[in-house]
C-alpha cells in the first residue's frame, strides 16, 4: 500500500478530523447531513475490501444529521455536534441492533442506550454504525468475529488486531473520524498501533461500563480510537465521567482533556519517563520477541522526547512475564459467569427441536456461540471449580497484586511509562490462526497494565521499511494520570508526520 496525501490538500471531506469537520460545521461551510453523506458514500464504497461495519446505520445517521444542524442553526456548538463516529457492537444503543460479534445475539435490538452512547448523543455525535469485533470481545486479529474478519486498510491481506479491530479500521480506512472500542487485554491499543491510529484505554472505572455486553468485568474499559491525539482528547471529554449506573465507576473529576495538552514541546520538560527492560524483549518475533524494526522505531521516539526535554529513567516491572497466564485465567474465569447468560431462555438465538430446557441450553450456546469463546467458558469454567480454583484463578489474583505493585513501584521514580504496543506489526490473516499461544503473545506489552487498571493509549510512532506497516509506541500513566499521557502524546505527534499518513484504497 502507499499512502494518500493528507485531508488538507485532497479536500474531501471523508479526510478531514473531528477537529476539521466541528470548525467547518461552526463555520456553516458544510452541514452535518453534508458530512454525514460523505462518509456513509466512503462506507459504500471502501467496506467491501476492509469489512469494519457489522451493521451500517445510514437512515439513523441522517435522521442524526438532521438534527444536529437543527441545533446548529439555532447557534449551538460543540466539538461533537454534528460528527460522524461509530460504536464497537458491544455497546448497546437504543432501537439499534448489537451482537457482540456473536451469532446468539443476531438479532438482539436493545431498548436502552448504554451511558458512553448517552453522553454522545446529548453531545450532538451522528451514529454510523456497529462496528465489528472478535466475539465478545475474545481476540487480538478480529478473526473471531461471529461474522466475517476485518482487514487491515494498510494492507487488506493483514489482520486489524482486535478485538477492536472494526472500530481502528474504520478510523484508519477514513469511514468515521473517530470511534468506541473496548480495552480489556489491549483490545484498542493494540489494533491503533497496527492500524496507525490513535487509541486509548482510560484508567479503569473513568468510562461507565453500563450498557456494555461484559466479557471481564474487572478489565473491560470503554475508550476512544482517533486519527490525532487531539481528537482523542476531545473524545475523552465526552465519553468520562462518574455514571451511578456502574457500580465500577469511581466518582472521580473529569478534567478537560483537550486543555492539558499544552501547545508545543516544551510542556514536557522535566517529565521522567520510564523505559522497561522487561518490554524490550530479546526471542524469536512472534513467541515473545520483537520485531527490530519496532524497537528501533520505539527507541527513536523516546529520544524525541528527549529532545524535548523529557528524561528517561530505565526501570523494572519484575513480574511482567507472568501477565499473560494471570490474564488468560482471570479474564476467562469472568468470561465463563459472564456468558452464562446467553441460554436461550431470556433473550439471544434459541435452538429449536430441543427436547427438554437442559437441551435446549445445550444447542443454543453450541450453536451460538463461536470457538474461541467455547475454549475460554471452558478454561474459565475450569479454573474456577471446586479442585482446582486456589491452584489457579486465586494464585492469579495474587499475581495480580504483584504486577499492580510493580508499576506503583515504578510511578514512585517516573511520571509515565513507555513501552513498544505490538511486539511486531499486522501479520498475516490466518497466520496464527492454529497457535493459540502464539496468539495470545501479541498482547504481552499491554496485559500488564490493565491488570494493574491502569489507562494507556497507543501513539503512531513510524512504518516498516519494507511492507510499509503502522508501528505504534505505548504510553502508560499512573491511575487517573490521562493529562500527563495526553501532554506527551501531544508533544511528540507535533514533531511527526504520522498522522497525516492515510492508506490508499
Request: proline share 6%; glycine share 10%; with cysteine.
Amino acid at each position: 500500500m502507499t499512502e494518500s496525501s493528507s485531508a488538507c490538500s485532497t479536500g474531501e471531506i471523508h479526510d478531514l478530523t473531528v477537529a476539521g469537520i466541528a470548525e467547518a460545521l461552526a463555520k456553516g461551510d458544510v452541514s452535518s447531513r453534508e458530512v454525514t453523506q460523505a462518509f456513509l458514500t466512503r462506507i459504500e464504497s471502501v467496506e467491501p475490501d476492509v469489512r469494519a461495519f457489522l451493521t451500517v446505520t445510514a437512515d439513523v445517521a441522517l435522521g442524526m444529521a438532521d438534527e444536529a444542524d437543527r441545533r446548529l442553526a439555532a447557534g449551538e456548538r460543540g466539538p461533537l455536534l454534528g460528527v460522524p463516529v461509530g460504536l464497537k457492537d458491544l455497546i448497546c444503543t437504543e432501537g439499534t441492533r448489537t451482537t457482540g460479534g456473536s451469532k446468539i445475539l443476531n438479532n438482539y435490538i436493545p431498548p436502552y442506550d448504554a451511558t458512553v452512547a448517552r453522553r454522545l448523543r446529548e453531545a450532538g455525535a451522528v451514529f454510523v454504525g456497529k462496528l465489528n469485533m472478535d466475539e465478545f470481545a475474545m481476540g487480538s486479529s478480529c478473526e473471531n468475529s461471529g461474522y466475517y474478519p476485518t482487514h487491515n486498510p494498510w494492507d487488506l491481506e493483514r489482520i486489524p488486531g482486535g478485538s477492536s479491530g472494526g472500530s481502528v479500521a474504520a478510523v484508519a480506512a477514513r469511514e468515521c473520524p473517530a470511534s468506541l472500542g473496548s480495552d480489556t487485554g489491549g483490545s484498542i491499543k493494540l489494533p491503533a498501533a497496527l492500524c496507525g491510529v490513535v487509541g486509548i484505554r482510560p484508567t479503569y472505572g473513568r468510562v461507565s461500563r453500563y450498557g456494555i455486553l461484559a466479557f471481564a468485568s474487572s478489565l473491560d474499559q470503554i475508550g476512544p480510537v482517533t486519527r490525532d491525539v487531539r481528537d482523542a482528547a476531545v473524545m475523552m471529554n465526552a465519553i468520562c465521567g462518574h455514571d451511578p449506573k456502574d457500580s465500577t465507576s469511581a466518582p472521580v473529576d473529569v478534567p478537560d482533556f483537550t486543555a492539558a495538552l499544552g501547545r508545543d514541546g516544551s510542556d514536557i520538560k522535566g517529565l521522567k519517563i520510564g523505559i522497561p527492560k522487561e518490554y524490550f524483549l530479546q526471542g524469536e518475533e512472534g513467541r515473545g520477541g520483537m520485531d527490530p524494526e519496532v524497537e528501533a522505531a520505539v527507541r527513536k521516539a523516546a529520544d524525541a522526547l528527549v529532545g524535548l526535554g523529557a528524561e528517561l529513567v530505565d526501570i523494572s516491572l519484575p513480574h511482567t512475564q507472568y501477565g499473560v497466564a494471570t490474564y488468560y485465567l482471570v479474564c476467562t474465569a469472568e468470561a465463563s459467569s459472564n456468558l452464562a447468560r446467553y441460554d436461550g431462555a431470556h433473550y439471544g438465538h434459541r435452538a429449536t427441536g430441543a427436547s427438554d430446557i437442559i437441551d435446549m441450553f445445550t444447542r443454543s450456546r453450541n450453536e451460538g456461540f463461536g470457538a474461541e469463546v467455547k475454549l475460554r467458558i471452558m478454561l474459565g469454567t475450569y479454573a474456577l471449580s471446586a479442585g482446582f480454583y486456589d491452584a489457579y484463578y486465586m494464585k492469579a489474583l495474587k499475581v495480580r497484586t504483584l504486577l499492580k505493585r510493580d508499576f506503583d513501584v515504578a510511578f514512585e521514580k517516573v511520571d509515565l511509562i513507555l513501552t513498544p504496543t505490538s511486539p511486531t506489526p499486522a501479520f498475516k490473516l490466518g497466520e496464527k490462526a492454529d497457535d493459540p499461544l502464539q496468539m495470545y503473545l501479541t498482547d504481552i506489552f499491554t496485559i500488564s497494565p490493565n491488570l494493574a487498571g491502569l489507562g494507556g493509549m497507543s501513539v503512531p510512532c513510524g512504518f516498516t521499511s519494507e511492507t510499509n506497516l503502522p508501528i505504534g509506541l505505548q504510553l502508560i500513566p499512573p491511575a487517573f494520570g490521562e493529562e500527563t499521557m495526553l501532554r506527551v502524546a501531544h508533544a511528540y505527534e507535533q514533531t511527526q508526520t504520522w498522522c497525516e499518513r492515510a492508506p490508499k484504497l
